[in-house]
Every structure is written in structure tokens, then in C-alpha cells.
């Protein structure tokens, strides 16, 4: 009985291989356009807060739009560990 469930323990590890692999490679492959992206709009949040908040309207939301670009920083750290994770 044991030597079954090995068996199946080693098929459904192939079968994760073989379905992890186009995903990573996706991943790897968009990496740059998704940096691009997430990082642009980490540092113009930054940017725009930091400007808006010296010469700016007096109700401008400086902290909403803090946490929304830490929140895009985040969200392209998370993207690499995913890469990362699915990579071993």
C-alpha cells in the first residue's frame, strides 16, 4: 500500500512541475512591465504627496496617497517573491 501512494505522491509532483512551469515563465517574462509599472506609480505617488502636500490644496488626502504608493511598492515585492516561490 505504501509503494502505491509513493507512486501517486510522484505523479502528482510531475503533474506540479509540468503546471508550474508556463506560469513562471509567464511571471519571468511580464517581470519587466510589471516593475515598470508598480514601481512608476510608487515613486509618482511619492512624488505627488510630497509636492501636493507643500504647495498643494489644504485637504489634499497625503496620507491615503502615502499608503497607496507603499501599497504599490508592496504589491511588486509580492510579485517577485511569487516568482521566486514558484521558481524552486
Not at 47 to 75: C, E, Q, R, Y
Amino acid at each position: 500500500m505504501a509503494g502505491r501512494n509513493r507512486f501517486w505522491l510522484e505523479v502528482l509532483a510531475w503533474i506540479w512541475r509540468l503546471v508550474r512551469l508556463p506560469i513562471v515563465t509567464l511571471l519571468v517574462i511580464l517581470e519587466p512591465v510589471v516593475s515598470l509599472v508598480l514601481g512608476g506609480l510608487a515613486l509618482l505617488g511619492v512624488l505627488m504627496t510630497l509636492f501636493n502636500s507643500l504647495v498643494g490644496p489644504p485637504h489634499f488626502p497625503t496620507w491615503t496617497m502615502l499608503a497607496l504608493s507603499v501599497g504599490f511598492g508592496l504589491g511588486l515585492r509580492l510579485y517577485r517573491e511569487l516568482i521566486l516561490l514558484l521558481a524552486r
